[in-house]
């Protein structure tokens, strides 16, 4: 268990533009930075990271939290790991107290597969470097295809031993479970003994954006047909191949910083590249590309730039992948390399100046991709050129940009030389096509409640004295100001005043009129609050970090702001008063307008009461009640229009 001094120092140390800039590309945003949210698929970036206040909220789908939560969420650590995680980013030394039996036994899973993966993962390099079948068998194949000792430690290659039992049996004796030996796909159980998965191969491991390996690939380097020549781990709680890209953890800061994205197939592209000193590749290690792996690249760039070998079967098998990218809203170039060679081979008989003229003069769109390389087998044949023409089309329909759709319409109609109405016309029957598909037979549990009842004819139901936002407003008044002072003027006429603490005066006022929140969590946080009240300091980052998940997702919830001025309405002279420079008036409307929402719930309460009694005395009660709440609201709503026209 993580001590209570390290944690706190960990927080501190911790910025979460730097946490998050690790995996999203962020871009300053006056105070704040944005980025396309790593979350959800969106198009628009709407994720917002406040190093102020040291949080991040998506406006799209809602997630918010702190660097710790960021971690939890995005690597699906638990609380410690993430924390272990930053510790590390940080060079914080972890102190922790001694665990529990209990303790020890609750210990995750996953950790487990992380700590085995590493271990044979450093096990496989040192057989590399040190055992005579690795350094005569792995080592020699690896520097024969021309692999510098620095590029083979970077990437953590190894040697998996011909054995049927190398390293599980090396794993077993170092503690490690059967169970999770076999759920990472390292070993085979068969008739209860353990068979190595691996023999015999050069091995690469596969790491995550946060470096941690979560699977491997083999290459084996016998002449045996019967064996595969790449064999990857199985699929497991850590490892999905549809969402991982080989060297992306490698290559992320390169792809940020160039803008663009090199997709590659296999991991000796990738390796070959970056020795040749171009980072920003990854690879689909052999799969199909998929919507996730683009995904995965969208967090960093826009821009994909395929770099495809001179096999033409192969090219047209994954004229998929590229209708997916454009459905991501990304940008798309092509490079083929000349026949017979592929990434790895250029790269390795080329300069490092050669590589990007090559690829800067030879990329392609989509368009003058497909049409250079299918237009000849099109020659004399209408069909055939009918249908080239129908499948670009298709292709541009997948954008989700309108004004991109024209642009290669019009691209398109140049190339083929057809006319661009034609071309349009097919593309908006393509589009009505697509949307029919997707609303045709809708989900009864995707329309929304409200709407459902509206389809059949239910009234909407709309409640005006609806608490819950005026609460929040509260909560974020002396969430934010709850350090500042504000002037309150107690007398007009003798010019008599007192200073007040914010968060000191509202919860002074809720008390008074007996005022508790409707909603559980906002209850939560007052409580959180009227601690404070006693004597405490406020800090808003204790708020933030809170270790009660639940009240630490709203105060983050109730704090963000999804807009900001422009800096630019200072640069022209033009001074906007904020909150802070309207403390006392925020304050007072604030806590008015609630006042104001519970007195009229009261009045509607006690309005039914009178309607439902036939008890006179009952009755001259109530309307004494009502009358003396209507000179109260009256007051009230006397001083917000005041304070309001300030």
């Keep these: 268990?993580?001590?209570?001094?390290?944690?706190?120092?960990?927080?501190?140390?911790?910025?979460?533009?730097?946490?998050?800039?690790?995996?999203?590309?962020?871009?300053?945003?006056g105070a704040n930075y944005l980025g396309l949210c790593p979350f959800h698929n969106e198009k628009t970036p709407s994720f917002s990271v406040s190093p102020s206040k040291g949080i991040y909220k998506c406006f799209g789908c809602g997630k918010a939290g702190n660097s710790v939560k960021f971690i939890m969420e995005h690597e699906h650590y638990s609380y410690p790991e993430a924390l272990k995680w930053l510790a590390k980013k940080y060079n914080i030394e972890v102190e922790e107290e001694q665990m529990t039996d209990e303790m020890q036994q609750e210990f995750d899973e996953r950790e487990s597969m992380f700590a085995l993966n590493a271990f044979?993962?450093?096990?496989?390099?040192?057989?590399?470097?040190?055992?005579?079948e690795g350094k005569s068998v792995g080592l020699s194949y690896l520097k024969e295809r021309g692999f510098l000792e620095s590029t083979?430690?970077?990437?953590?290659?190894?040697?998996?031993?011909d054995n049927w039992n190398d390293y599980s049996e090396y794993a077993e004796k170092n503690a490690y479970k059967k169970e999770i030996i076999v759920k990472t796909g390292l070993g085979i159980e068969k008739d209860d003994r353990l068979i190595d998965r691996f023999r015999g191969r050069v091995m690469f491991p596969i790491h995550n954006l946060t470096g941690k390996v979560i699977g491997f690939g083999g290459r084996i380097l016998s002449s045996t047909k019967t064996a595969a020549k790449y064999l990857n781990s199985p699929e497991s709680e850590i490892y999905i191949k549809s969402k991982v890209l080989y060297g992306i953890y490698f290559a992320r800061t390169a792809i940020v910083k160039q803008d663009n994205c090199y997709l590659v197939e296999g991991y000796t592209d990738v390796i070959?590249?970056?020795?040749?000193?171009?980072?920003?590749?990854?690879?689909?290690?052999?799969?199909?590309?998929?919507?996730?792996q683009i995904k995965l690249i969208k967090r960093f760039t826009p821009n994909i730039t395929i770099l495809y070998d001179g096999d033409p079967a192969g090219i047209k098998a994954s004229f998929r992948g590229i209708d997916l990218i454009l459905a991501q809203g990304m940008n798309v170039k092509i490079v083929l390399?000349?026949?017979?060679?592929?990434?790895?081979?250029?790269?390795?008989?080329?300069?490092?100046?050669?590589?990007?003229?090559?690829?800067?003069?030879?990329?392609?769109?989509?368009?003058?991709?497909?049409?250079?390389?299918?237009?000849?087998?099109?020659?004399?044949?209408?069909?055939?050129?009918?249908r080239l023409i129908k499948e670009i089309v298709q292709t541009i329909s997948h954008i989700p940009d309108g004004i991109g759709r024209t642009v290669f319409i019009q691209e398109c109609s140049t190339i083929m030389n057809v006319p661009e109405q034609t071309l349009m016309n097919q593309l908006n029957k393509l589009l009505r096509d697509n949307y029919r598909n997707k609303t045709s037979s809708p989900d009864i549990s995707d329309i929304p409640v409200e709407e459902e009842r509206q389809n059949r004819g239910e009234q909407l139901r709309f409640d005006p004295l609806e608490l819950k936002p005026l609460e929040d407003e509260v909560l974020k008044l002396m969430l934010n100001f709850g350090k500042s002072n504000f002037i309150l003027e107690l007398d007009p006429e003798s010019s008599e005043e007192e200073e007040l603490n914010v968060i000191d005066f509202v919860l002074e006022e809720l008390k008074n009129d007996n005022i508790e929140f409707t909603s559980e969590i906002n209850n939560k946080i007052l409580s959180e609050l009227r601690k404070l009240n006693s004597g405490a300091e406020y800090n808003q980052a204790e708020f933030i970090n809170n270790s009660d998940s639940e009240i630490s997702n709203a105060v983050i919830n109730l704090i963000t702001d999804q807009y900001e001025l422009s800096q630019n309405w200072e640069k022209n002279k033009i001074f906007v008063k904020s909150g802070a420079d309207l403390l006392k008036d925020y304050v007072m409307s604030?806590?008015?307008?609630l006042k104001s929402k519970h007195l009229a719930r009261r009045l509607r309460r006690i309005t039914e009461d009178m309607k439902n009694t036939t008890d006179e005395a009952e009755l001259s009660l109530l309307q004494m009640e009502y009358h003396e709440l209507k000179k109260i609201s009256a007051l009230i709503d006397n001083e917000l229009e005041r304070t309001f026209n300030h």
């Design 120 to 132: 044979i993962s450093k096990y496989f390099s040192n057989n590399l470097f040190e055992s005579s």
């Design 152 to 161: 083979i430690k970077k990437f953590e290659l190894g040697y998996a031993i």
């Design 590 to 593: 604030t806590v008015l307008s």
């Design 337 to 386: 390399f000349p026949e017979g060679e592929d990434p790895d081979s250029f790269a390795r008989s080329h300069r490092t100046t050669e590589i990007n003229d090559y690829i800067t003069t030879q990329a392609k769109d989509f368009i003058s991709f497909k049409t250079s390389l299918l237009l000849e087998e099109t020659k004399g044949d209408p069909n055939a050129r009918t």
């Design 1 to 29: 268990m993580i001590k209570p001094d390290t944690i706190q120092t960990i927080f501190e140390a911790s910025r979460v533009e730097e946490v998050i800039g690790d995996f999203v590309s962020l871009k300053k945003r």
């Design 272 to 292: 070959s590249m970056h020795q040749n000193g171009i980072e920003n590749v990854v690879a689909s290690s052999g799969t199909s590309l998929t919507v996730d």
